[in-house]
T-cell receptor
Framework: DAGVIQSPRHEVTEMGQEVTLRCKPI?????LFWYRQTMMRGLELLIY????????DSGMPEDRFSAKMPNASFSTLKIQPSEPRDSAVYFC???????????FGNGTRLTVT | AQTVTQSQPEMSVQEAETVTLSCTYD???????LFWYKQPPSRQMILVIR??????QNATENRFSVNFQKAAKSFSLKISDSQLGDAAMYFC??????????????FGKGTHLIIQP
């Protein structure tokens, strides 16, 4: 079990640029979550997929944020255009069912200058 | 919506001693799951322990145990024989069973645990 894999581990970009974060969930897990972690707001749920379908994206802060899950083994979180206030650690997590804990990737630290 | 409160931003304990981290939550649901996650400086989120609300028995994992008080909506974590490797941020988390678990986990703000050698 390789765990949840996120890339890149670090991303530094300039304001206005497009940023794409990637996630490979654990095989067999049908639920996938994107979280954002900041000092001020802690861990916030951005979006939840079940069986590759977005179920709840009410946590996505603005239209600049979008997420896709084209298949069971891959998801992306895109920010376009990026802003300095988007700087945070972005986590992807997967779960085999609602009765199970979430398994987290190592996160992507995004810095927007 | 559920809320999770960790009232201790930082705790310090001597190596080999016991420390308890506090967590309270607010919910109107009767069945749910509670978790403690550990986040070391590597920023990986590591599951420490979990508790099903319908179970009266407190969960235990080696040196980690919880004191689950359902009526009081309290879920504290006790770490016995603290080790230097226990130094980390600890997050309490709630998972609703309604809506197919679509809410994922609701996290507290975390407690920074310092281990004094």
């Amino acid at each position: 079990d390789a765990g949840v894999i996120q890339s890149p581990r670090h991303e530094v970009t300039e304001m206005g640029q497009e940023v794409t974060l990637r996630c490979k969930p654990i095989s067999g897990h049908n639920s996938l979550f994107w979280y954002r972690q900041t000092m001020m707001r802690g861990l916030e749920l951005l979006i939840y997929f079940n069986n590759n379908v977005p179920i709840d994206d009410s946590g996505m802060p603005e239209d600049r944020f979008s997420a896709k899950m084209p298949n069971a083994s891959f998801s992306t979180l895109k920010i376009q255009p990026s802003e300095p206030r988007d700087s945070a650690v972005y986590f992807c997590a997967s779960s085999p069912s609602q009765l199970s804990p979430l398994h987290f990737g190592n996160g992507t630290r995004l810095t927007v200058t | 919506a559920q809320t999770v409160t960790q009232s201790q931003p930082e705790m310090s304990v001597q190596e080999a001693e016991t420390v308890t981290l506090s967590c309270t939550y607010d919910t109107s649901e009767s069945d749910y799951y509670l978790f403690w996650y550990k986040q070391p400086p590597s920023r990986q989120m590591i599951l420490v322990i979990r508790q099903e609300a319908y179970k009266q028995q407190n969960a235990t994992e080696n040196r980690f145990s919880v004191n689950f008080q359902k009526a009081a909506k309290s879920f504290s974590l006790k770490i016995s024989d603290s080790q230097l490797g226990d130094a980390a941020m600890y997050f309490c988390a709630y998972r609703s069973l309604l809506g197919g678990g679509a809410d994922g986990l609701t996290f507290g703000k975390g407690t920074h645990l310092i281990i004094q050698p």
